[in-house]
């Protein structure tokens, strides 16, 4: 009998696989045998990483590293309990609060990954009544998700669409609304409009919550994020998410805002109360890291002049990227299947670029996700460019 169940399981299994393999869907990860900043090595080739998040080439920062190793020695790594039972230091409070000063907020909490600060945030909020969500239609996972373990009441609008979300909002006179949104979109790369987000929202007694992944730490003054580059305030926007994957090059993330609904996190946000706290040199790092970005604010210069050069080589090479104000830069293809030979053709010239397909994204919208960093050499660029042009001559724009 168990036999006959073991191979039913199987069965499904192998039919889900070959149908996701089918579709030019089946995902893999890729192993790194070296890294060098921007150079890495796959299967003994040696690549020019146009994937990675790492905005401003702070994941293998001297400094940083020296930091991390230095607080290793002093309390070991692992945290080694949840926050709320004793794994919580003096560094990961201090790390709030810079946090909270550097975004103009009344406090912050620190999770161990932005997937986890959003699920936490919204089944949090969730539990609060008459509470609906109305979000972004390109929301990232985590938020979507949030969304569906709380199940609470959601709707969502056609992207940065404001005649759609007023619509929605509309729909729910006498709710608590909260507008959920990305400030730079992880899979198309454009800067979210925040101030109209925030009027539209305001007309119907609504506030925003921004997830700033990708803008915390290159957007705004010293990176204090795009709600501070867009002079929205707490008053319009009371909680945000941002994240140390990315422009900080390490890992982690934070809930920052309102000083009660941070402290509704610390009560209900259940990733934060059943996982165990960051690692404490991670926390340090975290704080370098921070530190880096206030005293060398050269490194955002550096990203958007090459964020433009790119720009400009494709423009002058007739290539079809969908220029943005920010790192990402997406080359949509529309078909699984193009975007994956693609990617393969520019590995094999030295190119590392990843494919994104759905459900990550719409269906016919697959793409190369491109994305810059302040560590880009021009030649570098020069190369992407050249290796896009010959990759995808001929392809449909
Ligand atoms: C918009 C957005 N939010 C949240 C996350 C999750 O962050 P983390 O990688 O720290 O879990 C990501 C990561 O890709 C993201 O792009």
Redesign the pocket.
Known sequence: MSNNVDNKLLGNVKNYLCQVDKKQLYRQAVELQARDQNKIIINGRRLINFSS?DYLGLSSHPKIIETISRSAKKYGFGSSASPLVCGKTELHGRLEQELANKTGRDRALVFP??????LGMITALSKLPDMVFVLDRLC?A??IDGIKLSRAKFTRYNHVDMIDMQAQLGRYPDSVKLVLT?SI??MDGDVCPLPRVAEAALEHAAKLIV?D??GFGIMGKNGSGTLTHFNLGQDVAPLM?G????ALGL???FVAGEDKLIELLVQLARPYIYSTAMSIPLAAGVIESLNIIEKEPQRAKLLFERIEYFQQQCTDKGIPCEFTNSPIQPVLLGESGAVMRACEQLRDKGVFVVGIRPPTVPEGTARIRISINSNHQFNELDMLVESLAVVLKGKPS
């Open positions: 998040n990954s932005g997937y986890q600060a959003n990232h985590s938020i990305e979109f992880s997830d992944a990708h998410v994240t140390f994957g990315k890992q982690g993330a």
